[in-house]
């Protein structure tokens, strides 16, 4: 039996063959044969859990630690039992080997992460991270202990298909153990050695090349529970410490946006503005798909799951559309005042904002001395040299779910707030939502029911919370990824008669796909 080998000789990079190289990003192709000893999961604690880690968008990567082995085996060592062949564990060479969607599909990632058991022979094929492999192909002198540790660390290695050699045998073979700790652990390090014990970065330079093993507690806090004795590097000089935070925070933020960028979307990934703009994206991309006359039809714009108000706020301020916002927080139109004001854009004092709603705020009262709606006045978002005579309505709710069946909603007439809602999702112009959570099968539900046009800019998919099913080529398909969420919800809509859907991309960060849907004419 073959164990620990590695095949193919053609070319080595510890003692794994590379097969060949392409491309500018990925470095050579290559298989690597070992034992799984470990796995190792995003760093993110909060997705640890097991079966909530292939699912959480952006986060859809584990590491399968491999334990090689560096010299051939002999004709003798292949016919020993695994534990005769088994090198000693404290020389193991361990590469982890990254799983990770887009470059495997999630039902790829999930049958390896969940059918592959540590002490499992496991062939593995898939290419070297181009920029790691080089940093580990050492060609730099040994003189200096931090470079010494870059060119003897693995590099990184991207698993494209893995099949089961051998699978552990508990009965036979015993419990397995792991090498503790393998996955941080750098393999020159000496546990004794003072050298490594505590390292101290000193420069920037120093600080680029080891930004991969940071300490993130020191990175963070400026400490670290476990002092000396952490295995990554602490850094004490308080300004190089403000500097290498601030690459982390980028290098995330950039991995984030590389990783979550779809390959539809038009935009560069890393030049795309800031997802703080995108009510006012969204606000100039609704204008130009609908145009401000359209959109003033009936009572205007309805606005679910809008948050601060946003952009209710920009229609009203820069395009002059009447809006509706429904949505469950209280302070609203407040927290967009209070932010205006530390923009030092108004002059009022915070409690004067409290008062503000109160004598500006027009509300409209029912019948049963309810007031459902508040009026926020358009001075809180002033023109300049303008009177803006478009308005923007609060209804402080939640839209429900339309599970009431195909017809369109009919809330109790005892209910003033449900009375308003059902009104205004008859007489909008078109139905939004910007990142709307819970609310996004609400309000394509809603809009299909009440025939109306909607454009929706998906977020989360709450997979716990909602259980979504489909069906694609007559198999049925669980919602559990962004990218399922984005065909769900396109699945839904072609299937009312004669609805056609468009998928276009914003230009800001993060989830910036957009669903848009003419309503029909008849
Ligand atoms: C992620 S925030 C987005 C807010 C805003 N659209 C933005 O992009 O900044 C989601 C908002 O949806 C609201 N929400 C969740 N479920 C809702 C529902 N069924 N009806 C109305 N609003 C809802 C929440 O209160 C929250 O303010």
Redesign the pocket.
Known sequence: MTLWTVKSTEKRVNGVAAISEIGSMRGPYATLRGRLCGYGVSARSKYHVKPRLLTTDGYRLFFLDLELETPEKTDEQEDMSVDEAQPPRDKALIQPAIFRYPELSVEALSLYYHSIRKGDIVTVAGFLELETWRRGSATETQADPLKEHMTSRSFLFHGLRAEVVRSWNRSEDGEFKSVPGVRTKPKTMDDDSQEWKGHIIRNEEDAMKLRDQMCKYWLHYGKCPKGNHCKYFHIENAQLLNICRQRWIEARLEARQLTSHDSADPHPPLSKTSRHH??SIFAHYLVKAFGVENLNQGTGVL??????G??SMELCKEYKVNCTL????EDVWLVGLGRKKRKGRSKREPDDAMNTRSSMASESVTDDGESPVIRVPAQIYPCENQKNEATVDHIN?????ASQGPRPLHFSTHDSVGHLLASRLRTCSVMI???????TD?ILDHALINNKSFAI?P??VFKREIQREWIVDGIRKEVSTYQDLIQYLCAKTLSVPHRHVKLEWLDFQGRNCVLLSEATSS
């Open positions: 995108r009510a606005d679910i799951a809008g948050g601060k946003d952009v429904v949505e469950p927080r709710s939640v839209l429900p779910p939502g910007l990142h709307p959570d819970q609310a609400a800019v977020c989360c």
